[in-house]
């Protein structure tokens, strides 16, 4: 889930009266460097192990999950890269009012990995739980679920080594004027936020929040296109003297005036998710994509801080690598925003600052489905009355965010349109006979029907070892039929 409504009163831009410079502590964090985020929402996933390879070639040293996956654990184990695992919302209830269930899950989750030599450093209990569109549904146990973790965390032994967090959309702060100054946890739920992160500053823990100038700029209009990058050209913001040229840096600043303006002015911060998606939208490309995050890394690389904060910005890349499973509630770009495709293969180039050659390492060893796709019968008619109803089915069931204005495969015709939403649902099926069924208007094709941008994918072999997952067909397939039945 991405932030809806991160940094609202951007194009309000004032000038506050005085800066307030106030020294500060370092935050001392153990490993520099980057992290990535490490989502499992696909039908495809990489086998794990491939993963981890992946991370250690391109020089990635610390990882965020959404859970606590076993397969995912098992691989990092000596694999020296710090872990922060995650604690899903839905369970946020159960952490609050059973310290039991909170014990079991640090036994089970953490302890046991941690013998198992996997470098867990953080819990994330919850995730962006404040977010707009969840009506409030985590704010009352977002805390206790919190307290009971680091209480198990403490009776397990552990507590010095593995800290608590909350990652936080960036809308549970705010500027009344707009500039970072005026900066502070949301009003309506300011209570809620204070209560967590003065439990977070009293265990030693940091604030950890989700920046997302993409949104920004996807949700508002008028917001100034060349703002959302490092080298952008955009008119300075002007905060009392300081001048803000991007919004990264101003959106971290609002955060640090509203820690300070709390009591917390040396809380150490953690950007748990920055990103930028390379398609299922007009500003998702790979051009853009690039831009921002080759920005990021080299400012990161320069060890340079925002003006409020100087020093290394701890951070993990949203995200590793695309999700073709993600919930599209939030926009099409929602699968896209992996630094890798599906299979491991880089988008753009991005230098980490962390490998010899500068240039991404691919994943290695994959082994992809034969060559060959689903598409559009050459003899079909367009104006076959199936044609709509099959299209539908195999966007629902397949992917077709890659369609649509401005994205990779924007320029097809109708008929490549059509041909690309059968050829998703037959990939995602494993390239099943009966996935490339549509009523008398698909086959089967050796000739690589990409063109231009528009990639028509093959995927990879499916990887049975996940203990969460049942890939394959069954019930694909008898939907299909039960479509043949509904045309026919
Ligand atoms: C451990 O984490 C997994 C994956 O997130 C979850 O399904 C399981 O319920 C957790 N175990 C306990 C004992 O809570
Ligand atoms: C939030 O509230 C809206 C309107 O009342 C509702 O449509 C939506 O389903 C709710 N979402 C959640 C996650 O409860
Ligand atoms: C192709 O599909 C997309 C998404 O459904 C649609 O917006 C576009 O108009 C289609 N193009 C043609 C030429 O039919
Ligand atoms: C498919 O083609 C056959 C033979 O041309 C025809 O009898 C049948 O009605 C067609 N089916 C559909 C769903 O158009």
Redesign the pocket.
């Known amino acids: 889930m991405r932030n809806l409504n991160p940094y609202p009163s951007i194009g309000v831009w004032q000038i506050c009266s005085i800066v307030v410079l106030i020294p500060f502590l370092y935050w001392v964090e153990s490993v520099n460097g980057i992290g990535a985020n490490w989502g499992t929402q696909s039908s495809h996933p990489l086998p794990p192990e491939t993963v981890v390879k992946l991370l250690v070639d391109n020089g990635i040293q610390k990882v965020k999950l959404f859970d606590a996956d076993y397969g995912a654990l098992r691989a990092l184990s000596k694999s020296g890269i710090e872990v922060m695992v995650g604690i899903p919302n839905d369970l946020l209830a159960t952490m609050a009012t059973s310290s039991k269930a909170a014990e079991k899950w640090v036994s089970k989750n953490v302890s046991t990995h941690l013998s198992n030599s996997v470098n867990i450093r953080y819990v994330a209990v919850g995730n962006e739980p404040f977010l707009a ?3 409030g ?1 985590f704010l009352r146990t977002t805390f206790p679920a919190l307290q009971n973790i680091q209480t198990a965390l403490v009776k397990a032994g552990i507590a010095n080594r593995v800290k608590v967090t909350v990652p936080q959309n960036a809308d549970v702060y705010e500027s009344s004027t707009g500039v970072p100054s005026s900066g502070d946890f949301r009003a309506d739920i300011h209570d809620y936020i204070f209560q967590i992160t003065k439990f977070l500053n009293d265990n030693g823990s940091p604030f950890t929040v989700n920046i997302y100038p993409f949104i920004s700029l996807y949700i508002d209009s008028n917001f100034p296109v060349e703002y959302a990058f490092f080298d952008g050209q955009a008119t300075p913001v002007n905060d009392g003297g300081t001048t803000y040229t991007n919004m990264f840096d101003a959106n971290y600043d609002t955060l640090v005036w509203a820690l300070q303006k709390n009591g917390f002015p040396n809380m150490g911060i953690i950007v748990g998710e920055i990103g930028w998606p390379s398609d299922g939208d007009r500003n998702g490309n790979n051009e853009y994509a690039q831009r921002f995050m080759q920005g990021f890394m080299t400012r990161t690389a320069s060890g340079k801080g925002t003006p409020m904060r100087q020093g290394p910005i701890e951070a993990y890349l949203f995200s590793l690598i695309d999700e073709d499973e993600k919930s599209i509630q939030p926009g099409n770009f929602e699968r896209h925003w992996g630094v890798f495709y599906y299979d491991g293969q880089p988008k753009y180039s991005l230098n980490l600052g962390t490998t010899t050659t500068g240039a991404l390492v691919p994943a290695r060893d994959l082994k992809y489905l034969q060559r060959k796709w689903c598409v559009l019968k050459d003899s079909a008619k367009m104006d076959d009355p199936s044609i709509p109803q099959s299209v539908s089915y195999a966007c629902a069931l397949g992917d077709c965010t890659s369609l649509g204005y401005g994205t990779s495969c924007g320029g097809l015709d109708a008929q490549q349109n059509i041909s690309y939403a059968f050829n998703s649902y037959y990939q995602k099926n494993n390239q099943l006979d009966e996935a490339c069924k549509f009523p008398n208007v698909s086959t089967v094709t050796k000739d690589d029907p990409s063109t231009g941008t528009c990639r028509f994918g093959i995927m990879i072999e499916p990887y049975y070892g996940g203990a969460h997952k049942t890939l394959g067909s069954g019930g694909f397939v008898a939907g299909l039929v039960l479509l043949l039945l509904t045309v026919l």
Request: hydrophobic share 0%; charged share 0%.
């Open positions: 569109t969840y009506n549904s």
